[in-house]
């Protein structure tokens, strides 16, 4: 594993910076008046700013999380011998959910996220935590995984600040955010693997965090698959995601002027090693019909269950790239169904 120090001074061509801008402001009004309108939305408890202090391009107050509180206060009712009863109604801990926003890591926010944290306190009775990292072009690889990474780390091992309980701690991604979930838990796989050198190292003091499960949704797991070929396992490739807007994240998130290794496990975390992916927790999977990255999730789902591993992977008939965000402006009505059932299975990897 290596990258490139240059990444954390990188100054992105004025062209996609222009553009991504642009999009951002887009995606940002599109996604707020969904939220607006829906009577599913809701914003958060609390904002914070958190320093990122993992990786190449440490900096103070650079990743924001929004907060969801559920609306019920958690009482523990814990009337064991030796407990007394004025402990009767002292605050527990809750599951904790982290989310990691899509929009090809270059736009998009926690925000985004909203409808699927308030479904999440219907079936888990969770703190949600979503995560706003720096993005690319600014921001290019690894420094986004190395926010989501530095997140992680600090829920985890302040939980109990956030009313979490740090042994349910479940980590969710769309599409990005999914490929940045799911390499941030190799990386501390690698972290806790003494058999393994790695240039990363945990902050001191700070615990390596264990996660219960992952859900990816509509995730990107491969890049070294090209586009055009992802392109021909689609039935109607009408339904794909335009190409100057996949060459846009493409080349925002990878500059080719690192000339980086898309077999990278930060990259491509699918194709990772079988140590790697022996160590994942449960993962749960949904994926749209229409997805020029149904196939990869296909073979990913496919490699966890000849290898003994817990997974569920759901296809969302019909539908494409992004079927949850608008448009259309209201949600429909597959959306909160398909949330439902990834919930009931994260309900599982709890008990």
């Keep these: 594993m290596s990258f490139s120090p240059s990444t954390s001074t990188y100054n992105p061509p004025w062209s996609l910076l222009l553009q991504a801008k642009a999009l951002r402001a887009a995606a940002s009004l599109g996604i707020g008046m969904q939220n607006y309108v829906s009577s599913n939305g809701l914003s958060p408890s609390k904002t914070e ?3 990122a202090i993992f990786g190449i391009k440490q900096s103070s107050k650079a990743i924001r999380l929004d907060i969801y509180n559920p609306s019920s206060n958690p009482t523990s009712t814990d009337t064991s011998e ?3 009863g004025d402990h009767k109604d002292e605050p527990s801990l809750r599951p904790g959910l982290i989310i ?3 929009g090809g890591f270059t736009i998009g926010q926690g925000t985004d996220d ?4 308030k479904t999440s306190h219907q079936y888990l009775d969770n703190v949600a935590i979503a995560v706003s990292y720096r993005l690319a072009p600014e921001n290019p690889f690894p420094i986004p995984v190395e926010d989501c990474v530095s997140s992680i780390l600090h829920i985890y091992n302040n939980a109990e600040a956030y009313g979490i309980d740090k042994n349910k701690i479940i980590i969710a991604g769309f599409s990005a955010g999914a490929t940045l979930a799911l390499a941030s838990q190799h990386i501390f796989t690698f972290l806790s693997t003494q058999h393994y050198t790695t ?7 700070m615990d390596i965090p264990k996660i219960r499960g992952i859900i990816l949704v509509y995730p990107l797991l491969d890049y070294t698959i090209p586009r055009e070929e992802k392109m021909k396992s689609l ?12 060459h846009l994240f493409d080349y925002s998130y990878l500059p080719r002027e690192f000339g980086y290794d898309r077999k990278d496990y930060r990259i491509s975390p699918s194709i990772a090693s079988d140590h790697l992916i022996q160590q994942l927790p ?4 949904t994926v749209c019909e229409y997805d020029m990255l149904r196939q990869e999730a296909f073979d990913f789902a496919d490699r966890l269950r000849k290898m003994g591993k817990d997974v569920e992977c759901n296809e969302i008939g019909g539908e494409k790239h992004g079927w949850d965000k608008p448009p259309p402006v209201y949600p429909k009505e597959s959306v909160q169904e398909e949330y439902g059932r990834i919930f009931e299975v994260a309900r599982g990897w709890l008990d």
Excluded: N, Q
Aim: aromatic residues 12%; contains cysteine.
């Design 199 to 205: 240039e990363y190292s945990i902050p001191p003091g």
């Design 282 to 285: 449960s993962i749960c999977m």
């Design 49 to 51: 700013w958190i320093d």
């Design 114 to 117: 909203c409808i699927f944290a």
């Design 235 to 246: 039935s109607d490739p009408s339904h794909a995601l335009s190409s100057s807007l996949t």
């Design 100 to 102: 990691f926003h899509g």
């Design 82 to 84: 030796g407990r007394s």
